[in-house]
């Protein structure tokens, strides 16, 4: 059940980073244009074929998947219970959880920490290597609650936002 308090969350997200698109584009950088490669052929169990994807750790395409792995080499930085409000041509938001493993004092020994997150898609690209495919290239997570934890004794505080790149291979 959403709240309504997260509904305006996820509002004041989309228009912000709405915000950032509509700057983007007015400067030249293209990030809400669509591609002009026309109508992809329909691929069961995807979304409509001019949607972007995301490109999965595997390698896989995905549309509004319910869990997204960032770090593909360890897998100790991901999002989950990712629902999406909305996937269109130029951007897509969801809520969910920001979960990743602090490597204090080592990777093996560190605890994993969550957050509640809006994470925002954006920057849709050709995906190299598969004409007429265009994928998410930037990944803006928005902490929504607490952004303070605790590892080797010290209190750390992650800023309100962090955009990461997405690579065509996967990941961020």
């Given at each position: 059940m959403?709240?309504?308090?997260a509904a305006a969350r996820i509002r004041a997200a989309v228009l912000a980073l709405s915000a950032v698109a509509a700057v983007?584009?007015?400067a030249g950088?293209?990030?809400?244009?669509?591609a002009a490669t026309g109508p992809l052929p329909h691929r069961p169990g995807t979304a409509a074929s001019s949607l972007p994807v995301v490109v999965s750790c595997t390698g896989h395409t995905?549309?509004?998947?319910?869990r997204y792995v960032l770090a593909c080499g360890d897998?100790?930085?991901y999002l989950t219970g990712l629902h999406w409000s909305a996937w269109g041509t130029s951007s897509a938001f969801a809520a969910g959880t920001?979960?990743?493993r602090v490597c204090i004092p080592s990777c093996t020994a560190g605890r994993l920490h969550n957050f509640a997150a809006l994470a925002a898609l954006?920057?849709?690209e050709p995906l190299p290597g598969h004409p007429g495919t265009r994928y998410f290239t930037r990944l803006t997570v928005i902490y929504t609650g607490s952004r303070s934890y605790r590892a080797g004794g010290k209190t750390y505080h992650l800023p309100q936002t962090?955009?990461?790149?997405?690579?065509?291979?996967g990941g961020a």
């Amino acid at each position: 059940m959403t709240t309504h308090s997260a509904a305006a969350r996820i509002r004041a997200a989309v228009l912000a980073l709405s915000a950032v698109a509509a700057v983007a584009a007015a400067a030249g950088l293209g990030l809400g244009s669509a591609a002009a490669t026309g109508p992809l052929p329909h691929r069961p169990g995807t979304a409509a074929s001019s949607l972007p994807v995301v490109v999965s750790c595997t390698g896989h395409t995905q549309t509004r998947p319910s869990r997204y792995v960032l770090a593909c080499g360890d897998g100790n930085a991901y999002l989950t219970g990712l629902h999406w409000s909305a996937w269109g041509t130029s951007s897509a938001f969801a809520a969910g959880t920001d979960t990743f493993r602090v490597c204090i004092p080592s990777c093996t020994a560190g605890r994993l920490h969550n957050f509640a997150a809006l994470a925002a898609l954006w920057r849709a690209e050709p995906l190299p290597g598969h004409p007429g495919t265009r994928y998410f290239t930037r990944l803006t997570v928005i902490y929504t609650g607490s952004r303070s934890y605790r590892a080797g004794g010290k209190t750390y505080h992650l800023p309100q936002t962090a955009t990461y790149p997405l690579s065509a291979s996967g990941g961020a």
